[in-house]
T-cell receptor, first 113, second 112 residues
C-alpha cells in the first residue's frame, strides 16, 4: 500500500532563515507528487507539483522541491522564510497503480519573528 | 469563478441528528471528493465521485452517504451523527484523478 510520510509535525523557524520540510513516499509504480499549503482557517491550495521532466520544481512564492527517485523523497525548501509562510504544509502522492491520491499528515510551519 | 464552495461553514449537531453538507464547483470538473481533517491525522478521504451519477467509498466511509445527481454538486450526508464525526470537512474537485485538486473553505462540524 502506498504511504506518504512527513516526519516533522511541527517546524519552528526564525524569520529569514532557511527551511526544509521533509516528505518521503512509498510506491512501486509511477507517482505524481504534490505539495499543498493550508493557511489558517482556509482550505488547501496547491503550492507545487512534480509530474515529469526536471526533478526540481518551483512555486511562485520562492518554495522549491526536488524529486529524488532513489530516496523516494520530495522535500520542500525555501532559502528565506517570511511571516506570511506560517501555515500547514501537506505532501501528497498520486499512485498510477491504484489511481489514489494519498496525503501525508502535515507539517505545521511556524515563523518566529 | 467561485471555484469550490461549501455550505454551511459551521454547524453544531446533537448526537443522532442528521444533516447534509453541500459542495458546489463551477470548473466543470469530473472528479469530486469529501475529506475530513482531524488534528495529527492529515486528510482522510470519505467518499469520492468520478462523474455525475457515480460515487465510491474512500478510506473512512462508515457513517456517511453521498450523492452526485448533478455534475457540479456533491452532497455529503450524516444520517445519525456521532461525536466521533466532529471534524472539519473539506470538499475538493479535479478534472481527472491525477490533476491538482481544488479545495473548498471547509465546514466545521461539532457533534455534542
Amino acid at each position: 500500500a502506498q504511504s506518504v510520510t512527513q516526519l516533522d509535525s511541527q517546524v519552528p523557524v526564525f524569520e529569514e532563515a532557511p527551511v526544509e520540510l521533509r516528505c518521503n513516499y512509498s510506491s512501486s509504480v509511477s507517482v505524481y507528487l504534490f505539495w499543498y499549503v493550508q493557511y489558517p482557517n482556509q482550505g488547501l491550495q496547491l503550492l507545487l507539483k512534480y509530474l515529469s521532466g526536471s526533478t526540481l520544481v518551483e512555486s511562485i512564492n520562492g518554495f522549491e522541491a526536488e524529486f529524488n527517485k532513489s530516496q523516494t523523497s520530495f522535500h520542500l525548501r525555501k532559502p528565506s522564510v517570511h511571516i506570511s509562510d506560517t501555515a500547514e504544509y501537506f505532501c501528497a502522492a498520486f499512485n498510477f497503480g491504484n489511481e489514489k491520491l494519498t496525503f501525508g499528515t502535515g507539517t505545521r510551519l511556524t515563523i518566529i519573528p | 469563478n467561485a471555484g469550490v464552495t461549501q455550505t454551511p461553514k459551521f454547524r453544531v449537531l446533537k448526537t443522532g441528528q442528521s444533516m447534509t453538507l453541500l459542495c458546489a464547483q463551477d470548473m466543470n470538473h469530473e472528479y469530486m471528493y469529501w475529506y475530513r481533517q482531524d488534528p495529527g491525522m492529515g486528510l482522510r478521504l470519505i467518499h469520492y465521485s468520478v462523474g455525475e451519477g457515480t460515487t465510491a467509498k474512500g478510506e473512512v466511509p462508515d457513517g456517511y452517504n453521498v450523492s452526485r445527481l448533478k455534475k457540479q454538486n456533491f452532497l455529503l450526508g450524516l444520517e445519525s451523527a456521532a461525536p466521533s464525526q466532529t471534524s472539519v470537512y473539506f470538499c475538493a474537485s479535479s478534472y481527472q484523478g491525477y490533476n491538482e485538486q481544488f479545495f473548498g473553505p471547509g465546514t466545521r462540524l461539532t457533534v455534542l
